[in-house]
């Protein structure tokens, strides 16, 4: 017997239950033990009804995600399947926690299924690009409404068992004790002729040519850039208009095509990346964490209004100081505006938004953030400024307090050195709007405390982000390479491309957003102020002039109604505008640069290689601590494309050799000299090695 599963019979009745903690996974052994225990329960004659089910807390969670990267092992899940669907005695799902995936695949191969209050059924695969691949497109549309079913698969999202019982997928909710309910129902349908899904036919009540014609339309609308929803709903039509069997093995080949396509995959790596950020290899996990149960921010401009947001939406008090009344009520207001938006749109209900604010105190006295267990500062970006209150905060706030800054561009051992704590100190940077966006960068001192950079990580956690540690450098992670990719947009502006086609090839290539779109959303005066320092500090970093002369007419973007683009008022649609253009052409005779045709494809390998080179350095100097961890930067933090899996792994996909021979042409192009392979690149393409390893 498998130690994943146990198996016991117990008057009349086998029960098999599922021991793969911590969910269950639907491993090599556990399917190994479910397919030897079926059998056996089917040939012993002491055995009249069988009752599948797993702990409290998980039915099963589906499949090994790391099954798909080899080759299949045997048995399969539609090997047990086909022991169920072929079992002469009344088979039961006992499902507690959750079914989902390949889990819930196993219970809708059972003749019928028993939840407990509120567990969770569902079928994401499509969350990872993939699709229900055993059975799941077949059977469940045989078992609910063919639209119902359709909208589980496209989305992946799961609905508890109450719903699923008025739709049919649970046949009963276990009041008492699960097991005791489930082994009743098995008992009852002894002699009785067992329903199997596979036998039954679709649940569509409408001609199935109109309703996929109106489904496709909707589905492809929302799922650009991904094909699995599109194939789920071939497969779920073919469940309505064939044979089971023929719609299996469409099923099984849409999703070999898909499971072996680079969109899953990069689904997956995404899926990896995100647990992995946490693991910092010199902090233990289990290392004490200091207690967070109140929070203040210092400065309640953009900034520190979204990070207050994110505290409260977490359930933890936090106190907002600004210098002055009139900023501190401005900043209270934003938070009120953006709270009340979000009810009006039916998001937040009125209760839990007063509950948030009552959460949320405002001051504009320093001492008043004196008894928080950590002070997130968020005022100017300055040195000077942020020291001095770095120097009040180390005098006044209790001891053991975390003191943390949002800079994004200074030096965080500097603001740590005001300080005679400086192992308190760590960089929390967030991205705007902070209440929104999941990206956090965790920036870590040189003398930032184990504890104090374990317990900021799992902060963020608590507040709903991704948290990536980031060492101490300008721009950290995503700013520092960011700016690479800058680069490249304003050479390809020289050179003779114009904003909107530089935007619409990345925009084509997935990017949520074009750089010279983005630019004008952040502000173009945030990007100026940071050139004429680095005019002042890095002579050897060039930069095209032609973003200064879009400022210098005060062109700073949506809030002056103009800057790559021209906004109508009110609006945020960029519209191309023939005054940039020729200031654009301006510039390039200034230069004496000839323009020429630039393709999309140069467009976007430009841009994209300058990202990945410069998070091979990032990578090389161990400010980032993982190729993975630099993705999870660009996926969560600046509308990278999830499958495309990030910057790094799209490197990685094309083939770093590919990429360094790219470089290497560009490198006798407009501006060559600014192209310096990273050594790190380098070599992994020489050695025929990935970054994400
Ligand atoms: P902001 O100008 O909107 O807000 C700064 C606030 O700090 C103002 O309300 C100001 O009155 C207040 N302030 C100034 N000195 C203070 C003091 N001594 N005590 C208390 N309050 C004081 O700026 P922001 O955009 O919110 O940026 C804040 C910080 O966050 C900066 O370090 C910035 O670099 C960083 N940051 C900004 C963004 C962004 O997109 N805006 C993103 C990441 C990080």
């Avoid at 739709?167 to 009852?188: F, M, P, T, Y």
């Avoid at 929104?436 to 920036?443: F, I, K, S």
């Avoid at 086609?501 to 925009?507: R, S």
């Amino acid at each position: 017997m498998s130690a994943a599963t146990q198996y016991v019979v117990r008057d009349g009745i086998a029960v098999i239950t599922l021991d793969n903690p911590p969910v269950n996974g639907l491993s090599n052994a556990v399917r190994t033990g479910l397919l030897q225990h079926l059998k056996a329960a089917d040939a012993d004659p002491a055995v009249k009804a069988v009752v599948i089910t797993g702990s409290s807390k998980a039915f099963c969670g589906g499949a090994d995600i790391r099954e798909f990267n080899a080759p299949r092992l045997k048995p399969d899940l539609p090997e047990v399947n086909e022991q169920q669907d072929g079992m002469s005695k009344p088979l039961v799902a006992a499902i507690g926690g959750f079914a989902l995936g390949g889990g819930l695949e196993l219970a809708l191969a059972c003749h019928y299924r028993v939840a407990a209050p509120k567990a969770q059924l569902g079928l994401p695969e499509v969350k990872l690009g993939i699709l229900p691949g055993s059975g799941g497109t077949q059977r469940l549309p045989r078992v609910i409404a063919m639209a119902e079913a359709v909208k589980m698969m496209t989305t992946g999202n799961p609905i508890p068992s109450e719903r699923a019982k008025e739709l049919g997928l649970v046949d009963e909710i276990a009041q008492g004790d699960l097991l005791d309910a489930a082994i009743q129902v098995a008992r009852s349908k002894v002699g009785k002729t067992l329903p199997r899904i596979r036998d039954a036919s679709a649940k569509l009540e409408e001609d199935p040519a109109s309703f996929f014609a109106r489904v496709r339309e909707q589905v492809a609308k929302e799922s650009k850039g991904y094909p699995a929803p599109l194939l789920i709903v071939e497969c779920a039509e073919a469940a309505a208009t064939r044979p089971f069997d023929e719609g299996r093995r469409l099923e099984r080949a849409n999703f070999d095509k898909l499971v072996s396509g680079p969109e899953s995959r990069a689904l997956r790596h995404m899926f990896f990346a995100e647990r992995q950020t946490s693991k910092i290899p010199d902090v233990p996990e289990d290392t004490p964490l200091r207690e967070i149960a109140a929070a203040a921010v210092v400065g309640a401009g953009t900034m520190g209004g979204g990070i207050a947001m994110s505290f409260a939406n977490a359930g933890i008090p936090v106190t907002i100081v600004d210098t002055t009344r009139e900023a501190l009520d401005r900043g209270l207001g934003n938070i009120t505006k953006n709270y009340s938006a979000t009810v009006a749109k039916g998001r937040l209900a009125q209760a839990d938004m007063d509950k948030r604010m009552g959460l949320i105190r405002g001051s504009t006295s320093l001492d008043d953030v004196a008894n928080a267990d950590i002070v997130i500062e968020a005022v100017f970006e300055r040195m000077d400024v942020k020291q001095e209150i770095f120097r009040k905060l180390d005098a006044m706030v209790k001891k053991g307090a975390i003191l943390a800054t949002n800079t994004s561009t200074l030096d965080v051992d500097q603001i740590a050195a005001a300080t005679t704590r400086a192992g308190d100190v760590v960089g929390t940077h967030f991205f705007s709007p902070a209440n929104v966006m999941r990206l956090l960068e965790v920036v870590r001192g040189r003398e930032t405390a184990k504890d104090v950079l374990a317990t900021t990580m799992k902060l963020g956690k608590r507040l709903k982000k991704v948290s990536v540690v980031s060492g101490v450098c300008d721009g950290f992670i995503g700013n520092r390479m960011l700016e690479k990719y800058t680069q490249q947009a304003y050479f390809l502006l020289d050179e003779g491309a114009s904003p909107e086609q530089v935007d619409g090839a990345l925009q084509r290539w997935g990017m949520a957003m074009g750089p010279f779109t983005m630019y004008d959303m952040a502000g173009n005066d945030v990007g100026w102020e940071i050139r004429k320092r680095r005019y002042r500090e890095r002579p050897d970093f060039v930069y095209s002039r032609v973003a200064d002369r879009v400022c210098e007419l005060g062109r700073f973007g949506q809030k002056t109604g103009k800057g790559f683009y021209r906004y109508e008022p009110g609006s945020r649609r960029p519209i191309p505008d023939p005054e940039v253009h020729e200031i654009i052409e301006k510039y390039r005779s200034e230069i004496g640069a000839k323009p020429r045709q630039i393709s999309d494809e140069e467009i976007v390998q430009r841009c994209l290689y300058a990202l990945a080179n410069e998070g091979a350095r990032i990578l090389e100097e161990g400010i980032a601590l993982r190729a993975s961890d630099i993705d999870m930067v660009y996926l969560t933090g600046y509308g990278f494309p999830p499958y495309r899996g990030g910057p790094m792994f799209y490197a990685d996909s094309v083939g770093l050799p590919k990429v360094l021979d790219a470089m290497r042409g560009f490198q006798k192009g407009y501006q060559g000299a600014q192209w310096k392979p990273a050594p790190l690149l380098v070599r992994l393409a020489e050695a025929g090695k990935r970054f994400n390893e």
